[in-house]
């Protein structure tokens, strides 16, 4: 089976309860848009955030954008309703925040299937927990249960430093260890990996910094605030021109009858192995994905 690679460079959270904001994610050049009805929607607002995110998705017309909406966890007096409402709704996937254990998926996955849920519909996860980091590799592990359906895990380093203690600074020292060993349980399980979000969205050089560490640590893409923070993240998070001549370049080589059989060929004065041409199918992938949406 082919791998299909899909462009999860940006994330944008919008608020659920801001009518204005689900129409402008119309328009906005976003990889995926996550409608939130947890932290950036009040109590007193979640059932109207609730409708109006009901309402969007259902009216679609938000193009090759992957939707996604975080429900508030089955614990608080909204989870069960909005998990409900996000099923009947029809995004690409539900975001569910807080997952501590399998355990939290596997309920999730469950309630969706009582629902009539598409096996379409997938699950993202929020990392943002001490006992989340503690068994970050058996979550990472559902990726390669289809009954499960989780295609992607997402870091809440807020949150993190907030259960932690741990101070988010620049170069985040402390919180590097856990964003390693998320992109490693999520790598483990096949699955994909976002950023955590960069709070201060008037820091363009500082925000750049960060998209700049995040693709250096291996991630996917990153989670964003503020619409202004999509240009750089897309800069940071696609693969140049330079990466993608080079990975067709290999792999052209390697799809050469008289290379069928080698692990490691001389492409351009420069050793190459086969696994480089696999990784460098990917960044084909996503290049020619992005194109392809315009």
């Not at 001549?245 to 052209?252: D, H, K, L």
Request: charged fraction near 25%; glycine fraction near 8%; aromatic fraction near 4%.
């Amino acid at each position: 089976m082919t791998a299909v690679f899909k462009p999860r460079r940006s994330a944008l959270y919008m608020p659920g309860s801001n009518a204005r904001a689900l129409e402008k994610a119309r328009t906005l050049d976003v990889d995926c848009l996550i409608l939130d009805l947890e932290d950036a929607v009040v109590p007193d607002a979640k059932e109207l955030a609730r409708t109006q995110i009901v309402d969007a998705v259902s009216a679609g017309g938000y193009g090759e954008r992957e939707v996604v909406v975080r429900i508030n966890g089955l614990g608080t007096p909204w989870g069960e309703d909005d998990l409900a409402a996000a099923v009947k709704a029809g995004p690409d996937a539900i975001l569910v925040p807080k997952v501590n254990n399998p355990a939290d998926l596997q309920r999730i996955a469950h309630k969706l299937s009582v629902h009539g849920a598409s096996h379409d519909l997938k699950l993202w996860a929020m990392m943002e927990t001490p006992e989340a980091m503690l068994n970050a590799g058996a979550i990472g592990a559902c990726g390669k249960d289809p009954e499960v359906r989780l295609s992607c895990v997402v870091m809440g380093t807020n949150d993190l430093a907030k259960e932690t203690r741990a101070r988010l600074i620049p170069g985040r020292a402390a919180m590097t260890p856990w964003l390693m060993t998320c992109l490693a349980a999520a790598r483990a399980g096949g699955i994909d990996i976002l950023d955590s979000v960069f709070n201060a969205f008037q820091d363009e050089e500082g925000f750049k910094a960060e998209c700049a560490q995040g693709v250096e640590m291996g991630m996917d893409g990153k989670t964003l605030i503020h619409p202004k923070q999509i240009g750089p993240c897309h800069a940071a998070f696609s693969p140049s021109e330079e990466e993608v001549a080079w990975a067709r370049r290999i792999n052209a080589e390697f799809d050469k009858p008289e290379n069928a059989d080698k692990g490691a060929i001389q492409v351009d004065g420069k050793m190459v192995e086969r696994l480089h041409a696999e990784m460098g199918r990917r960044a084909i992938a996503i290049a020619d994905a992005i194109v392809a949406r315009g």
